[in-house]
């Protein structure tokens, strides 16, 4: 994944940015600002949550969400612990999921406190002038714009530019033969948000788009030519619904398009980045949240443990795993060469950066994760939901011999451990409330 070093980069001058701000424009917006009492010892952690499968199941809330978020807040509504939600939904923008949540849990929740699959996208700065085509649902142009993107094509608009090449549907086939309604620009990267609604559209398109440079005017090439830059969003393979089995995702779309590059080119398709869960990516931007919400807090210490509460073994539990293992090197080696180890556990093939550009990577203090672990929490409420007894151990549980996570990432069975399991989310607070010896006011 080569967008590794650049995002790296782009998020340590956020971090430098927004640093400069006064204190109190972020809290001040997201309704956790004050100042923490000094009758009580401080604690020092914050809290990750997935939402498909552990605070709703489709458009129904999960009864124990509501009761978890009643011990986070105070008699004001304000959190008592830095909160964000991190999901690899990304067919909307972060404020509408914000609503969502608001709505569904009863607490005020802001976008600052949402973390998309695509929001790592806006550090992307070296594709934001450049003509992009996006995949996927809901308002893409809008998504797209709201990252950075200033020049966006989308799969419709291919189609009605080139209805001659969506013939999958019989009933949508033109009558009659067609020239381009308009002229679109060259095609420069692809930008996959999430799932679309007809696939077969889709993958045609892409395909097209990928095997003509961005050209849909010239035939298809496919041999000795470089592949278009294409940075995906969400890899998961499976999620949640009402249903009682896991639905198709993002990662199923990724799958489909993988092998049908291959199939006609006897090449893999390459990424220029993965974004979403579990990319360590966006467990470290997480982190960053986490940081930003304790010092509008107030707090004098910093937040040393992160708590990852999720449903899915390969993304949730995965990438708080391999975040996790990135800290614990990072604390042991005090060295950023532990960037490129913690990459290369992933299978990627990014290369160890040299001195002047390891330097570049933690620009700040601020830059640096404050965290010192990151622990892993399932519940049984989504993908992952036995029909047996919750076991103990966690060890005894989990021993997944069929790998769901993507096809760039390496399959370790220990980034599959939970570090505890349990019912729901509201017990997962309660388990990481005893474990911290923390007594809300």
Known sequence: MRGLLPFYRGLCTLSNRQARRKAGIV?????????????????????????????????MPI???????????????????????????????????????????????????????????RMFNKFHDKCVLVSGQG??????????????????????SFPLLDMVDHNRRPKLPSNPVRNLPKIDAVVLFGEP????????LIIDILLTKGNL????????????PLLACNMDLMWMAEAHSPRFGHGTFLVCLENIFKKITGKDLKYEALMGKPSELTYHFAEYLIRTQ?????????????????????TDIYGANLY?????????????????KMVSATGSTTAVPQEEERDNLWESEL?????????????????????????????????????????DFRFDPALVEPDHIVQDVAEAVDRIFELEKFVPQ
């Open 27 to 59: 809290g001040s917006r997201c309704g956790f600002c004050g100042t923490q009492s000094n009758s009580k010892p401080q604690p020092n952690f914050g809290l990750l949550f997935d939402i498909d499968g552990v605070l709703v199941r489709g458009r």
């Open 63 to 121: 009864p124990a969400a509501k009761k978890a978020f009643e011990k986070l807040v105070d008699s004001q509504g304000q959190f008592v612990l830095p909160v964000v939600f991190v999901t690899n939904a990304g067919n909307c923008l972060r404020q509408t999921k914000a609503d969502q949540l608001s709505h569904i849990l009863g607490v005020p929740i802001t976008q600052d406190q949402v973390i998309m699959s695509h929001s790592p996208l």
């Open 139 to 160: 308002p893409v142009l809008e998504i797209a714009s709201n990252v950075g993107f200033t020049n966006v094509v989308s799969v419709d608009m291919l189609r009605e």
């Open 197 to 204: 609604i007809r696939w077969e559209t889709n993958l045609q």
């Open 217 to 228: 005017s010239s035939v298809h090439q496919t041999q000795n030519m470089p592949q278009l």
């Open 294 to 314: 304790a010092m509008q807090m107030q707090w004098k210490l910093p937040v040393t443990s992160l708590y990852a509460i999720g449903d899915n073994i390969m």
């Open 324 to 340: 996790n293992r990135y800290l614990e090197q990072r604390v042991s080696r005090k060295n950023p060469k532990a960037v490129a």
């Open 367 to 407: 830059a640096l994760p404050s965290a010192t672990s990151c622990k892993s929490v399932l519940v049984c409420t989504g993908v992952y939901n036995p029909n047996v007894e919750v076991p103990s151990d966690a060890s005894h549980c989990i021993k997944e011999t069929v790998f769901h996570g993507h096809r």
